[in-house]
């Protein structure tokens, strides 16, 4: 059931509630003792722009609030049915409140990750063809390179836009650059943007591509033994979108960025789950192994962009 609730909290904001169902794996934040489902929903807009919608329990007084709704496609949470919860979004981002909870567009892909779809100092119009999630068991080379997905990505909050992504394969585009950025719940934290032109959904992730990067340190002329998508996968290995400085030994392994789509034989590289995308977090490359905490960064997924002609 489908309620709408006009709600007056500084100016008037329509909001839409549904019976029974919750956004899981984007919530934020649960508060306790949350007295009834009004207050839940005016802590999200309090918070807004970051919370998008609200999980309520009447039973137990919970209130989730969510960094995405429904509506984001591929943000990585989904609508489920959940008997005694409430779940509510804004309205301003669609006209009325009807939804399809178990109906989602898989051809596109779209994200709420708070960008501009268009940089007007640069004259770019980025167009998202790729998100690849972090911890969930399915392998982000697989659903990059696979021409057909062997199952519906958006099930673990993945996405790949099939028309653009055909396009690019099939050579029906003019892309100009492409972008892969990295993620946590805070938002983007790595940008390394190549020259698209003339790339294919491989090569474009290619060191004499590279336009820039956040690390110092790493140019089209600087020493890599891997810097490919395919990276290194043999023997016990699994790291994908690779960009690596040196080896030496586990202890001295020493890169800039790695998704590691299956646990690897270094103890760097073991985890609770997979895949798990890994990245400097200094000016330049640092030791896969280092204890300086912080060095290495985890992302929570990442992106694909391109801009196009």
């Known amino acids: ?151 519906d990505p958006e099930n673990s909050g993945n996405c790949r836009n099939e028309t653009l992504y055909n396009a690019w394969e099939n050579g029906q585009l003019n892309i100009k650059q492409v972008k892969l950025s990295l993620y946590d719940q805070t938002g983007v934290q790595v940008e390394v943007i190549f020259n698209g032109k003339d790339s294919d959904i491989s090569n474009w992730f290619d060191k004499e591509r590279l336009v820039s990067s956040p690390w110092s340190d790493l140019t089209t002329t600087s020493h890599t033994n891997y810097f490919s998508i395919d990276g290194h996968a043999e023997s016990g290995l699994m790291r994908r979108f690779f960009i690596n400085m040196n080896y030496g030994g586990c202890g001295v392994d020493r890169g800039w960025l790695v998704v590691l789509d299956s646990k690897d034989h270094c103890q760097w590289g073991h985890f609770s789950s997979y895949p798990t995308i890994l990245y400097s977090t200094h000016r330049i490359a640092v030791d896969w192994a280092t204890s300086n905490a912080g060095a290495v960064g985890m992302a929570d997924y990442l992106t694909i962009h391109i801009d196009t002609e």
């Not at 006009?6 to 984007?26: H, K, N, S």
């Not at 919530?27 to 207050?39: E, F, I, P, S």
């Open 1 to 151: 059931m489908v309620l709408q609730i006009p709600l007056v909290y500084g100016i008037l904001t329509p909001w839409c509630g549904v019976i029974d169902y919750a956004l899981v794996g984007r919530n934020y934040t649960t508060t306790n003792a949350t007295k009834n489902q009004k207050l839940c929903y005016q802590a999200c807009l309090k918070d807004s722009p970051r919370c998008r919608s609200a999980n309520y329990r009447p039973k137990d007084q919970e209130c989730d609030l969510n960094c995405a709704s429904h509506f984001d496609v591929c943000a990585g949470g989904r609508l489920v049915e959940q008997p005694g919860s409430l779940y509510t979004f804004t309205a301003s981002e669609t006209i009325g409140c009807d939804i399809q909870p178990d109906t989602r567009d898989t051809n596109v892909c779209d994200i709420a990750d708070n960008e501009p779809s268009r940089r007007e100092d640069q004259g770019l119009e980025w167009q998202l063809v790729f998100k690849g999630v972090a911890g969930t068991g399915i392998k982000l080379y697989n659903l990059w390179t696979n021409t057909i997905l062997d199952s």
